[in-house]
Antibody
């Protein structure tokens, strides 16, 4: 059974960089054909896709966030990571990592981690 | 960019009743790339339906999906107490790759 777990600071100051890591267990991040995504959800709103990385390291980002987002993968640690720069209060949300089995949907999700942007 | 509009915003029903949730796309989309999720408070979304009509692993057969083009529907045939939650539709666009979600329908106990 694949499990995903997000980790990182719960509080980030405005203008700083938000950094989160997703640890995958129950299977190798580099086995199979999967895209690994970051998704966020502000309170009371629908989810918003941030971006994804393939096991080869290729990435795709939401155009609305592309200038501020970097997603990377560390196969030796079975992890992938998110960096979102120049954050503002509008970036406050629950951040999820999730798996797409190349079939355009998300079959496994992490439990989510709340990140608040505030001074 | 595809915009997904879900209706109604809130649906009030009783256990045992039938629920019909709508998802409308701003332009015609492939049904292969339309999915539905259930989300309960404090939990991550859970995949229910993919390819517009295929149930995900472990999903009860009271959940069904249908539709094509711009109009898609999630139907819950007989509501169980655990079905009261928020439901989201989601589309995948391949050129460029992008995932979009609807704003959600809250299914509440009447």
């Amino acid at each position: 059974q694949v499990q995903l777990q997000e980790s990182g600071p719960g509080l980030v100051k405005p203008s700083q960089t938000l950094s989160l890591t997703c640890t995958v267990s129950g299977g190798s991040i580099s086995s199979g054909s999967y895209y690994w995504s970051w998704i966020r959800q502000p309170a009371g709103k629908g989810p918003e896709w941030i971006g994804r990385i393939y096991t080869s390291g290729s990435t795709n980002y939401n155009p609305s966030l592309k200038s501020r987002v970097t997603i990377s993968v560390d196969t030796s640690k079975n992890q992938f990571s998110l960096k979102l720069s120049s954050v503002t209060a509008a970036d406050t949300a629950v951040y999820y990592c999730a798996r797409d089995p190349l079939r355009s949907r998300f079959d496994y999700w992490g439990q989510g981690t709340l990140v608040t942007v505030s001074s | 960019e595809i915009v997904l509009t879900q209706s109604p915003g809130t649906l009030s029903l009783s256990p045992g009743e039938r629920a019909t949730l709508s998802c409308r796309a701003s332009q015609s989309v492939s049904s292969n790339y339309l999915a539905w999720y259930q989300q309960k408070p404090g939990q991550a979304p859970r995949l229910l339906i993919y390819g517009a009509s295929s149930r995900a692993t472990g999903i009860p057969d009271r959940f069904s999906g249908s539709g094509s083009g711009t109009d898609f529907t999630l139907t819950i045939s007989r509501l169980e107490p655990e079905d009261f939650a928020v439901y989201y539709c989601q589309h995948y666009g391949s050129s460029p790759p992008e995932y979009t979600f609807g704003q959600g329908t809250k299914l509440e106990i009447k």
